[in-house]
C-alpha cells in the first residue's frame, strides 16, 4: 500500500468529487456559513444534488452542517479551508 502526502490526498479527494462540490466550497469560502436554500442559490445547485454534494463534503470533514431551527447551517471546517488553500490553484 502506498502512503499518501496530505496534498496528494487532498487532490485524489478533488479528482473524485462532482463538479458542484467545487461550487459549493467556493461559495463557503468567499460568503461564510449559510443555510442550505442560500447555499443552494449562492453556489448555483439544485436542492435535491446540494444535499448529496454536502453529504460528501461533510463525510470527508471538509463542511460542518449544524440545526438551527428548522434549517440547517453549513460551514467550512478547518480542514475545508486547508483543502481549499492547498487546491485553490486548481480550483
Known sequence: ?????MSQYFKEVGNR????????????IDEGKMNKEELSLTAKV???VLDHVVMQLFA??????T???????CSLTKLGEDYLQ???PAI
Open 1 to 5: 500500500m502506498t502512503e499518501l502526502t
Open 17 to 28: 468529487l462532482p463538479i458542484e462540490a467545487e461550487r459549493v466550497l467556493r461559495a463557503l
Open 46 to 48: 439544485k436542492r435535491a
Open 60 to 65: 470527508l470533514g471538509l463542511v460542518d452542517v
Open 67 to 73: 440545526s438551527e431551527g428548522k434549517s440547517k447551517i
Open 86 to 88: 492547498l487546491m485553490r
